[in-house]
C-alpha cells in the first residue's frame, strides 16, 4: 500500500546513528572548540533576541594551557577554587564508593555523575544557599556542595532503618528541603515545569529566592521539557533551565534527541529565553554562566537555557554496560578533558595547589566517605533486616491515614506474624 | 509451522514472536527508548536492528508522548506499529494519545481509520524497583472503551500472544511481568524468589504460533475453588495451592480485555467459590471488575464471598517491596477464609 507516483524519488527515512560502535576508534576531531573569549560576555540585562550567538558557541575560561582568561573569567580566589576542587573530589569518592557498595550487593543501584561534576558542584556553588534546586538524578555533587549530610545520602541509598525517606524511593532518589533540594523522580523531566512554577510563586510573592532546574539532554524530548519553556517564557519566571549534555541517554546519543540539527543551547531562542552553550568540563565556565543567569533572574530579567556540554564517562547506572552500544576510551579522547584534571591544573599553575596536596586531598576524601559508609551501615543495608518499620509503608499516603490503608496495614501486621511467629513485633 | 522447541526464557519468547513478525510482515516496525542497537534495556530486541533494518527497529526519543502518538500515525498509515514503552511507570506521559486517540480512532472515524498497534511494556514490580519502576497500571486500560490488555505468565503464552496482539487490527497494551523476564532474582534471604524460577524458561516452538486473544488458559483443574489470575501471579499461586494441597481450579486470564468470561463461568458455577489475585493495588483494580462479574453471573452458585488478594494502595516501596508483594501468605490465608464459609 504505498503512494508511488511513477517517476517521483523515494521518500527515505532517517535514522540518526552515533559515529562510533563498540570496536571503533573514538576521533573527536570535528568537534568544534572554539578559543576562550570566542564569545564575549553580554552584560545581564540584554534581551535574548540581541544575544542569539550564545546558543551556538561555547563558553569556556580555561583555555589549554589551564589559565583562567577572557570576559567570562569569574575572578574566583583561591580558596573558592579550592573548595569547587574539594566539592568536586567528594562527589567523585562518593560514586566510586557507593557504585563498589552497589556491586557487593548492598544496594540495588547506583548512579555515577563521573566527569559532570562541574554541572552540579559549579553551579550549586553560583547560586545563593536558599535558591530552590529541582534536580535530576545525577546532581548529588548539588547536596554535597550545600554540606548535606553524607551519612544521610548513604542511608537513603541503602534504604535502611534511617533513611529519611522510609526506604521508599529508589537509591539516589534525594529529597532535602532544607538545602533547597527537591525531591527526585523517576519520571524524566517532571522537574522542568515544577521549577518554573517554584519560580512563578516567588515572583508573585516578591520572593528574591530563584529557581534551577537540571535535565538530561536526553529527557529534552519529553512534553514536560516544552511545556516549562513556554511557562518561563511567557511569565518571565526567575529560574534557570539546564541541560546537561553528556552525549548519551542510556544507550542512545545525543542525535536521538535532535542533536543533530542544531544545538541543545537553541531550542531556547525559539521560545525567546536567553541561551547559553558552555563547556560543561570548565568548572569556571560552568559557574560563569550560572552567575550570570542567577544575576538575569534576580533582576527580573527572566529565566536563562543552558546547555552543558560535557561527557558521560561511566555507564548510565549500575545496570547498564555501556561496551554494549559505545566505543571503548571515548571519555579518554573527549576533547573538554576532565573538570576535575582541568581545576587541579589551574590550581597548580596558580601557584595555589601541588601535585603532592591533591593526592592528599584525594586520600582524604577517600578515607571520609570509607569511615561515613561504615557508620551508614551500621544502620543496615538493602535487605538484610534493618529496614525500616513494615507500618510505615502505609504512612504518607495522605495526611491522615483512611480506613482502608489502616486496614491494610492491619492485614500486613498479621502476615508478618505469620511468616516469622506469633512472637514477632514491628520495629 | 511452529518448527521445533526450544528453551526460551520470556525475554527470549518475545524476541522470538518480534522477529518472526518482522520477517513475516513488512508492516511490523518496532520503536522505542533504547531498543535499537542496543536491544532494550531489558534485551527484548537484541538483534533485531542488525538482522532487520535501521528503518524497521529504531531507536526513538524519550518522548512517550511521540513514541505512542507517531505509532497513532503510522498504524493511521498502515503499518504495524510495536512501540516498546521502557517502564510501565513510563506510559503516562502518551496517556492521551493512547486513551483519547489511540483507542477511539475507529469508533470516531467509523472506521475510516484503525489503530494496528501494539504497545509493549515491561511491568509489575519485585525487582527492587522502587517506587517509579513497579507499578502495574493495567485496570487503567482495560477502563478505556477500545484498547485490549494482555498479560502473558509464561514464555510460551507471551510469544502466541504477542503474534496474536500484532496481527490484531485493535490497539493493544502487552504488559510483560518483568519480574519473571530472565531468571531468579536472588541473594535476599526474605523473599520468597526460589520456587518461581522454576517457571521462568520453557519449552517454546521456534517457528510461527498464535494464541488466541481473550481466551484464558487452564493453570490447573480442580474441584475446591477457582482462582482468576494473571502475570507474575500465576507462578505465586501455584506455589501456595501446591504447599497447601488444595484441588484449585486455576485460570490464568492472560487477556484482561476483552476477558474471557465463559471459562470464568464455568469454573465458578463448578467450585462454588472464587479468589482473585493480581499484584496491583486494591482499590479500583481488575480484581473488582472480575469480583462483581462473577456475582452478576454466579451468585446462585457461591458458596462463599469472592476474595481479593492483592497489592496494597500504597506505591511499590523500595526496600519494604517484599512485604508489599501479593506473597504467598496473603494468598493462603485468603484461600482459608473461603474455604472455611
Ligand atoms: C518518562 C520516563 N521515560 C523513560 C525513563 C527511563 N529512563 C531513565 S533515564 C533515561 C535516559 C535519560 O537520559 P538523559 O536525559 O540524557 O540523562 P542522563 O542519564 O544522560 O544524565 C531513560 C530513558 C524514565 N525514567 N522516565
Not at chain 1, 521518500?11 to 573514538?26: N, V
Not at chain 1, 569518592?93 to 555523575?113: E, I, L, N, P, V
Not at chain 1, 529527557?219 to 533551565?241: C, R
Not at chain 2, 542488525?50 to 531507536?59: E, N, Y
Amino acid at each position: 500500500m504505498t503512494g508511488k507516483k511513477s517517476n517521483l524519488a523515494p521518500l527515505r527515512l532517517h535514522i540518526p546513528e552515533p559515529k562510533f560502535r563498540p570496536g571503533d576508534e573514538a576521533d573527536f576531531s570535528d568537534v568544534a572548540v572554539p578559543p576562550v573569549d570566542s564569545i564575549a560576555r553580554p552584560d545581564e540585562a540584554s534581551l535574548p533576541a540581541d544575544i542569539q550567538s550564545l546558543a551556538f558557541g561555547l563558553v569556556r575560561v580555561l583555555d589549554d594551557d589551564h589559565q583562567a582568561k577572557g570576559s567570562w573569567n569569574p575572578n574566583l580566589d583561591a580558596d573558592q577554587l579550592r573548595s569547587m576542587l574539594r566539592n568536586m573530589m567528594l562527589t567523585r569518592a562518593f560514586d566510586d564508593r557507593m557504585f563498589r557498595a552497589q556491586r557487593q550487593g548492598k544496594t540495588s543501584f547506583y548512579m555515577k555523575s563521573t566527569g559532570e561534576e562541574a554541572t552540579s558542584v559549579a553551579t550549586a556553588m553560583a547560586l545563593a544557599s536558599d535558591d530552590m534546586c529541582f534536580p535530576s538524578y545525577r546532581q548529588q555533587g548539588i547536596l554535597l556542595t550545600r554540606g548535606y549530610p553524607i551519612v544521610r545520602m548513604m542511608n537513603q541509598i541503602y534504604s535502611n532503618s534511617q533513611d529519611h525517606l522510609k526506604g521508599r524511593q529508589l537509591p539516589i532518589m534525594y529529597s532535602a528541603p532544607e538545602c533547597s533540594f527537591f525531591t527526585i523522580s523517576g519520571n524524566l523531566a517532571t522537574q522542568y515545569p515544577q521549577a518554573v512554577g517554584w519560580a512563578m510563586a516567588s515572583a508573585s510573592r516578591g520572593d528574591t529566592r530563584i529557581s534551577a532546574v537540571w535535565c538530561g539532554e536526553g529527557s529534552t524530548a519529553e512534553g514536560d521539557f516544552h511545556s516549562a519553556m513556554t511557562f518561563a517564557a511567557v511569565y518571565n519566571a526567575p529560574v534557570i533551565l539546564q541541560v546537561v549534555n553528556n552525549q548519551w541517554a542510556i544507550s542512545s546519543f545525543s542525535g536521538i534527541a535532535g542533536g543533530e540539527r542544531t544545538t541543545f543551547a537553541a531550542r531556547g531562542l525559539g521560545y525567546g529565553i536567553a541561551s547559553l552553550r558552555v563547556d560543561g568540563n570548565d568548572p569556571l565556565a560552568v559557574y560563569a554562566a550560572m552567575r550570570w543567569a542567577a544575576d538575569r533572574a534576580r533582576t527580573n530579567n527572566g529565566p536563562t537555557f543552558i546547555e552543558y556540554f560535557t561527557y558521560r564517562a561511566e555507564g548510565h547506572s549500575t545496570s547498564d554496560d555501556p561496551g554494549a552500544y559505545r566505543a571503548a576510551q571515548e571519555f579518554e579522547k573527549w576533547p573538554l578533558g576532565d573538570p576535575v584534571d582541568r581545576l587541579k591544573k589551574h590550581l597548580i599553575l596558580l601557584g595555589e595547589w601541588s601535585e603532592e596536596q591533591h593526592q592528599a586531598q584525594h586520600d582524604e576524601l577517600a578515607e571520609l566517605v570509607k569511615k561515613t559508609q561504615k557508620e551508614a551501615e551500621a544502620n543496615g543495608i538493602l535487605g538484610h533486616g534493618m529496614h525500616q518499620p513494615f507500618e510505615t509503608m502505609f504512612e504518607d499516603v495522605f495526611e491522615e491515614m483512611p480506613w482502608h490503608l489502616k486496614e491494610q496495614c492491619a492485614q500486613m501486621i498479621d502476615e508478618q506474624h505469620r511468616k516469622f511467629g506469633p512472637e514477632w513485633e514491628p520495629k | 509451522m511452529m518448527g521445533d522447541t526450544k528453551t526460551m526464557n520470556m525475554i527470549e519468547a518475545i524476541n522470538s514472536a518480534l522477529d518472526i513478525m518482522l520477517e513475516r510482515d513488512p508492516d511490523v516496525v518496532l520503536m522505542g527508548e533504547d531498543i535499537g542497537y542496543f536491544g532494550g534495556v531489558f534485551r527484548a530486541t537484541a538483534g533485531l536492528q542488525a538482522k532487520h533494518g535501521k528503518t524497521r527497529v529504531f531507536d526513538t526519543p524519550i518522548s512517550e508522548c511521540g513514541i505512542i502518538g507517531a505509532g497513532v500515525g503510522m498504524a493511521a498509515y498502515g503499518l504495524r506499529p510495536v512501540p516498546e514503552i521502557q517502564f510501565a511507570d513510563y506510559i503516562y506521559p502518551g496517556l492521551d494519545q493512547l486513551v483519547s486517540e489511540a483507542a477511539r480512532l475507529r469508533y470516531r472515524s467509523a472506521g475510516d481509520f484503525i489503530c494496528p498497534m501494539t504497545v509493549r511494556s515491561p511491568f509489575g514490580g519485585g525487582i527492587f524497583g522502587g517506587q517509579t519502576h513497579s507499578q502495574s497500571p493495567e485496570s487503567l486500560f482495560t477502563h478505556v472503551c477500545g484498547i485490549k490488555t494482555i498479560v502473558p505468565s509464561n514464555p510460551y503464552d507471551a510469544k502466541g500472544l504477542l503474534i496474536a496482539a500484532i496481527e490484531d487490527n485493535d490497539p493493544v497494551i502487552f504488559f510483560e511481568p518483568k519480574r519473571i523476564y530472565n531468571g531468579p532474582f536472588s541473594g535476599y534471604y526474605d523473599r520468597p524468589v526460589e520456587p518461581w524460577s522454576k517457571h521462568e524458561a520453557s519449552a517454546v516452538p521456534e517457528g510461527y504460533y498464535r494464541i488466541e486473544l481473550g481466551k484464558a488458559g487452564v493453570v490447573r483443574e480442580g474441584e475446591a475453588l477457582t482462582i482468576l489470575t494473571y502475570g507474575t501471579m500465576v507462578h505465586v499461586v501455584q506455589m501456595v495451592v501446591a504447599e497447601m494441597g488444595i484441588d484449585a481450579d486455576i485460570l490464568d486470564l492472560r487477556t484482561l480485555l476483552p476477558l474471557d468470561v465463559e471459562a470464568i463461568e464455568r469454573s465458578v458455577k463448578n467450585t462454588g467459590r472464587c479468589l482473585v489475585v493480581h499484584e496491583a493495588t486494591r482499590t479500583s483494580g481488575f480484581g473488582a471488575e472480575l469480583a462483581a462479574l462473577v456475582q452478576e453471573r454466579c451468585f446462585y452458585h457461591l458458596e462463599a464471598p469472592v476474595e481479593r488478594v492483592t497489592g496494597f494502595d500504597t506505591p511499590y516501596p523500595h526496600s519494604l517491596e517484599w512485604a508489599y508483594f501479593p506473597g504467598p501468605v496473603r494468598i493462603a490465608s485468603a484461600i482459608e477464609k473461603i474455604m472455611k464459609d
